[in-house]
């Protein structure tokens, strides 16, 4: 109940009570495939009451942007680039292999830090993506996807009080779990059009308070990817000051224009600092599986198991044994990621060449950002609405990934997209 509730709060604080009813106004009985035939329940001040009595912790959170974009986006029929996820299947190996673990048995809890098979072929492929040995007993743990490891380590690192720095636009798990965990975050702002980091000024944000800096490459919602440079300037600072480091690189395989893998596994300083998190989810275009994992030194492992241990204490097995066959056997797919996704972007890059959208430059992850200031005078927010409702595209606001919510014309497109998709979002996109 009380997430349902929590779900009409959102949508108020996001559409507005008489938005919604205008949606559904404004689109019903069109012509178009898009066209609105739900409707939204208007929340009852009796429910705004018992949210209030719980003195939330989170009191600014409602549903994220990304749900209320999909939830939009099936509501009035539109082509969905807002969520990242792929629309299209994995491979079929990959879903055999499920069934065969299901089949064979694999169904109880597996172990606290993940199965032996898995742990051993992460280990392997960080040896080859990066040539760092890590212990896959103490150093490597599988989680439920990389949001579980991100909150695992920002719970085990931050206390109250602790200042925690995030570059803004930020993906959205941060914030919150630093609030949950007494700490506080300390935005720093990247610009468009290169999102880059101005080290100076990172450092010039670090107090006695500061604990962990969390930093996310290649970079959503951006593409931007960090250069050896950044991490050096990274690893400096968390050396100098004894800070901590969360590395958020869920789309570590996605980096294109056969441009090396950049990593804080290679800066063995940092490394020894740090909590490195990945997603299969993203690696192996299954989001639902919801398996990560993230990789920290002894010490670090010790402590995140502690917590793990009590969040989930375990994910999926079929689904950890799967992906360590698929590993094992057919470990190359990873290093095709990257060749993948550059098709999926030039396709789309192309596509667009002839509509007024401006694009940003991509050089990893599966999204695009585009300017679209030529088309309309609307902020980003209201733009992504008017996209999905009237021309049946869905996309995210690039704003609400920034604590200062800056008022930008541009918004993140997902290419994670099977061909057709893109071609039919690109007509519709050069259309405005
Ligand atoms: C930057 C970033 N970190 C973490 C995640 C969460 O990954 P998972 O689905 O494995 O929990 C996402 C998913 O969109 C993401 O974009």
Redesign the pocket.
Known sequence: MAVRVQGYVAALLFFGASQVTGIACSAMGRSKPWAFRGSIRAQSAAEVGTIMELHSKLPWVGTTIFSQMSQLAQQVGALNLSQ?FPDFPADPRLLTALNQQVLAGHNQYAPMIGVAQLREQIATLTAHCYQRVVDPEHEITVTS????A?FVAIQALVRPGDEVIVFDPA?D?YEPAVALAGGRTVHIQLDAPDFSVDWAEVAKAVTARTRLIIV?SPH?PTGMVFSAADFAALEALVVAHQLYCIS?E??EHMVFSAAPRTSAHRFAALAARSFIVS?F??TFHV?GW?L?YCVAPMALSVEFRKIHQYVTFSSFTPAQYAIAQLLQHHGELVDELAGFYQAKRDLFRQLLAQSRLQLLPCAGTYFQLADYSAISELDDIEFCRWLTIEHGVAAIPLSVFSHAKPSTKIVRFCFAKQQSTLQQAAERLCLL
Do not use: P
């Open positions: 990242g996807g990389a949001t579980e991100l993906y798990s996310n959503n958020d869920v789309y997603s989810g993203k989001t919801k990560g």
